[in-house]
Each structure stands twice: as structure tokens, then as C-alpha cells.
């Protein structure tokens, strides 16, 4: 006997958004993840591979290593390694290195980087500041004007930011990633105020603010399934935006990936580890519901493409 799972019946739809200038798009879910027996499953996830302004500090041996030493702090040779060699679908430019608390560099210099990294790859850009939402909010003054064209994605917008970088965004054409932390009610109106101010729901994405595995990752999938579930099955338009996970970060700072196999002998090879921490962690967030995942291991993307394909069917 076959078993055959009887379709769930949908009122509402993800919304597609637009990234780069090549027609990329994500979204257009009408059925919850890779459940596309029961209708359109949309647009497959893509993945972005991190690129830092600055050379990183404390990052695992493996990790550089994988990455290459010639290129980490030279954001545009790291970015054109992603696109050429590593596969990537978006190139996520992070610039760690305007927070007031460590090299403080300025807009100008940001939006320097930024378009240097633009210029040198055709795939869409995302382009995430350091958190701190009052330099954020100079930084992407300047950032959105040099990218003007790019329609490249912007963020974290916060509530306490969001009115100077979504009105840049739109008067220089890019997508803002809102992020929220790990509240759907939050998320819901961070999206009620920037679409009252004039920023198109097609320009937004959610980032919902993501946990590791071991480290919150159960707050955040919860938190992306319920936002799922209100934009599917109850039709709310506030959520029927595609998500985006800036997961690198929280990932490769987890104890797991960065312990040595000399610390921690019954862990195994510490290069493996850390590899799999990401993909565990970029696998249950794309059964969440991610559209984007930002991620930094090159293993990984090829490990994440190939889950999804699988998936996607």
C-alpha cells in the first residue's frame, strides 16, 4: 500500500523578491517547505557566502584554511572567489569593520568596499552592517547611494534604525533585510511600519535573528514556523515575505566548531565539525522556511546545494 498524505489546503502565499539585477528571485511559496506535493513550492533557497571588510579575527584554523589566507582582507578577492570557485548564489559583503567598538571605519570607506565588491561579481549583493543601529544607519546612507543599480539587499534594519535605511533603500532601489530578535509579533511590526512608510512589501525580507545549533536554534526554527504557518495557512500579509538567515556568524563561533580535536579529543576532526555544525544548522533552517542562508564554509555551500536539490525534488 502506498501511503499517499492528504493535501493541506493553503490561504495565502509567499511573496517573490527580486535580488541583484540577473532576476534572481526568492519566495513564491504556496505550500510550506519543500512540500511541494501539495502545490507551488516556489523558488529554491539559495545560498550567500560571507565576505568580511576586514581580515577576521579568532575564526577557526579550518576555516581559514578552507577559505585561503591570500584572500581574507581583500573583501573583493574573497567575493570573487565565492561567485568563480565556491558556487555561491549571493555574495553577503558584512561590514564588521565600521562598529564604533572596533575599527570604526567610516561610511565612506564602507561604501567604498561595498562597490568594489559589487563591481567585481555579477550575483546579487548583500551587504550587512555591524549591528550598531546608529552607525548602521550612516553607513547605509552612503552604501545605498554608491549601489544605486545593484538592487542589492540591505540590512539589519531595526526598529530603532529602520526609518533612515528603508527610506534609503528606497530612494536608491535596494531590498531591506528586517531583522527582529526571535519574536513574530516583532517581526510583524517592523513590517506594519516599514511598508506604512512606503517601502514595498517585494522589498523585504525577514531575517528573524538566528541561534546555532546547540546555541537557539530551536527559538529561531519555532519562531520561523509559526511565521510560516500565519503567512500560509491564515493568509497574513504582514509575514508573507521570503526569510533570510545570516547564520554564519553564530555557526562558527559555537564551541563545537572552534575546539581544537587536541582539546577535545572524543570530538573527532575539528574541520569536519565545524563543516557539519553549519550544514545541521543550515538544514533545519531551511525546513524552517529560509529562502536566503548566509553561510561561510565552502564545503558547506556544496553540501547545502545539494540538500536542497535533493529536497526540492
Same mark, same amino acid.
Given at each position: 500500500? =502506498?501511503?499517499?498524505?492528504?493535501?493541506?489546503?493553503?490561504?495565502?502565499?509567499?511573496?517573490?523578491?527580486?535580488?541583484?539585477?540577473?532576476?534572481?528571485?526568492?519566495?513564491?511559496?504556496?505550500? /510550506?517547505?519543500?512540500?511541494?506535493?501539495?502545490?507551488?513550492?516556489?523558488?529554491?533557497?539559495?545560498?550567500?557566502?560571507?565576505?568580511?571588510? =576586514?581580515?577576521?579575527?579568532?575564526?577557526?584554523? +579550518?576555516?581559514?584554511?578552507?577559505? $585561503?589566507?591570500?584572500?581574507?582582507?581583500?573583501?573583493?578577492?574573497?567575493?570573487?572567489?565565492?561567485?568563480?570557485?565556491?558556487? +555561491?548564489?549571493?555574495?553577503? /559583503?558584512?561590514?564588521?569593520?565600521?562598529?564604533?567598538?572596533?575599527?570604526?571605519?567610516?561610511?565612506?570607506?564602507?561604501?567604498?568596499?561595498?562597490?568594489?565588491?559589487?563591481?567585481?561579481?555579477?550575483?546579487?549583493?548583500?551587504?550587512?552592517?555591524? $549591528?550598531?543601529?546608529?552607525?548602521?544607519?550612516?553607513?547605509?546612507?552612503?552604501?545605498?547611494?554608491?549601489?544605486?543599480?545593484?538592487?542589492?539587499?540591505?540590512?539589519?534594519?531595526?526598529?530603532?534604525?529602520?526609518?533612515?535605511?528603508?527610506?534609503?533603500?528606497?530612494?536608491? $532601489?535596494?531590498?531591506?533585510?528586517?531583522?527582529?530578535?526571535?519574536?513574530?509579533?516583532?517581526?510583524?511590526?517592523?513590517?506594519? /511600519?516599514?511598508?506604512?512608510? @512606503? *517601502?514595498?512589501?517585494?522589498?523585504?525580507?525577514?531575517?528573524?535573528?538566528?541561534?546555532?545549533?546547540?546555541?537557539?536554534?530551536?527559538?529561531?526554527?519555532?519562531?520561523?514556523?509559526?511565521?510560516?504557518?500565519?503567512? *500560509?495557512?491564515?493568509?497574513?500579509?504582514?509575514?508573507?515575505?521570503?526569510?533570510?538567515?545570516?547564520?554564519?556568524?553564530? +555557526?562558527?563561533?559555537?564551541?563545537?566548531?572552534?575546539?581544537?580535536?587536541?582539546?577535545?579529543?572524543?570530538?573527532?576532526?575539528?574541520?569536519?565539525?565545524?563543516?557539519?555544525?553549519?550544514? *545541521?544548522?543550515?538544514?533545519?533552517? *531551511?525546513?524552517?522556511?529560509?529562502?536566503?542562508?548566509?553561510?561561510?564554509?565552502?564545503?558547506?555551500?556544496?553540501?547545502?546545494?545539494?540538500?536542497? @536539490?535533493?529536497?526540492?525534488?
Amino acid at each position: 500500500m =502506498v501511503y499517499s498524505p492528504a493535501a493541506e489546503k493553503y490561504n495565502g502565499e509567499i511573496g517573490e523578491v527580486v535580488l541583484g539585477t540577473d532576476g534572481v528571485k526568492v519566495g513564491g511559496q504556496k505550500v /510550506l517547505p519543500f512540500q511541494g506535493f501539495e502545490g507551488e513550492a516556489g523558488n529554491h533557497p539559495i545560498i550567500a557566502i560571507e565576505v568580511l571588510d =576586514v581580515e577576521p579575527e579568532g575564526w577557526p584554523e +579550518a576555516l581559514v584554511e578552507a577559505i $585561503g589566507q591570500d584572500v581574507l582582507g581583500d573583501p573583493v578577492a574573497w567575493a570573487k572567489k565565492a561567485q568563480d570557485e565556491w558556487g +555561491a548564489d549571493a555574495v553577503c /559583503l558584512s561590514l564588521v569593520g565600521t562598529d564604533p567598538n572596533a575599527a570604526d571605519r567610516s561610511p565612506d570607506e564602507a561604501a567604498e568596499t561595498a562597490k568594489a565588491v559589487s563591481d567585481a561579481i555579477s550575483m546579487p549583493l548583500i551587504v550587512y552592517g555591524s $549591528g550598531n543601529v546608529e552607525k548602521d544607519a550612516e553607513v547605509f546612507q552612503r552604501v545605498g547611494e554608491v549601489l544605486q543599480g545593484a538592487n542589492a539587499v540591505i540590512g539589519p534594519v531595526k526598529e530603532d534604525n529602520y526609518k533612515t535605511i528603508a527610506a534609503a533603500a528606497m530612494g536608491f $532601489g535596494h531590498v531591506v533585510a528586517g531583522e527582529t530578535p526571535i519574536d513574530v509579533n516583532m517581526a510583524k511590526q517592523l513590517n506594519i /511600519l516599514m511598508t506604512n512608510l @512606503g *517601502l514595498p512589501a517585494d522589498k523585504i525580507l525577514v531575517d528573524p535573528s538566528t541561534g546555532a545549533l546547540g546555541y537557539g536554534l530551536d527559538y529561531t526554527f519555532s519562531v520561523m514556523e509559526r511565521d510560516r504557518l500565519s503567512a *500560509l495557512l491564515q493568509g497574513d500579509k504582514v509575514l508573507q515575505m521570503p526569510i533570510i538567515n545570516n547564520m554564519a556568524k553564530e +555557526a562558527w563561533k559555537s564551541k563545537e566548531a572552534k575546539v581544537s580535536a587536541e582539546e577535545e579529543p572524543a570530538w573527532g576532526d575539528a574541520a569536519e565539525r565545524g563543516i557539519l555544525w553549519e550544514v *545541521l544548522t543550515g538544514v533545519a533552517l *531551511l525546513m524552517g522556511g529560509a529562502d536566503v542562508l548566509i553561510i561561510r564554509h565552502p564545503k558547506a555551500a556544496d553540501v547545502l546545494h545539494t540538500t536542497i @536539490g535533493l529536497l526540492a525534488g
